[in-house]
């Protein structure tokens, strides 16, 4: 990486940011998966382009029921997997498409936005 000066102008991208709190003014404090840094932005100021990845819902879990940008429904189920466990796929509940699992991920960015409609409560809810 190159040394910075002040007085630079510099374009940053933080990919997968979760909004945690917002105050009244716009002010978001964040999270960054994988680090322990909670940056804070002005939602609002000018330069500032925000783009919305996914819902506050996301990630999806076993038993949720989503629908994607065009209005069909997805399934949430839960695959084992050999080398790295558990793993939640959505799979698609239309017959135009098969019936093969899908990567949330993938899902998101080809048929999103998506949204949940239903959500199974777990037992952390009280349930």
């Known amino acids: 990486m ?3 000066k002040p007085g630079e102008l510099i374009d940053v991208t933080m990919r997968s940011l979760r909004i945690e709190s917002i105050n009244d ?3 978001a404090q964040c999270s960054l998966p994988g680090h322990a840094w909670r940056p804070t932005i002005n939602l609002r100021a000018e ?3 925000i783009e919305r990845v996914a819902p506050e819902e996301w990630p999806p879990c076993h038993g949720d029921l989503w ?9 949430g189920m839960l695959v084992p ?26 899902v ?14 777990s037992d952390s809810d009280g349930a």
């Open 67 to 75: 629908r994607d940008a065009k209005g069909e429904l997805w399934a």
């Open 25 to 27: 003014v716009g002010v």
């Open 108 to 121: 998101l960015q080809g048929y999103g936005p998506v949204a949940l409609l239903h959500r199974q409560p």
């Open 47 to 49: 330069g500032v382009e």
């Open 81 to 106: 997997l050999e080398d790295d466990g558990p793993y939640v796929f959505l799979v698609p509940l239309i017959a135009s498409m098969n019936r093969s699992t899908h990567d949330p991920g993938d």
């Open 2 to 4: 190159s040394e910075f």
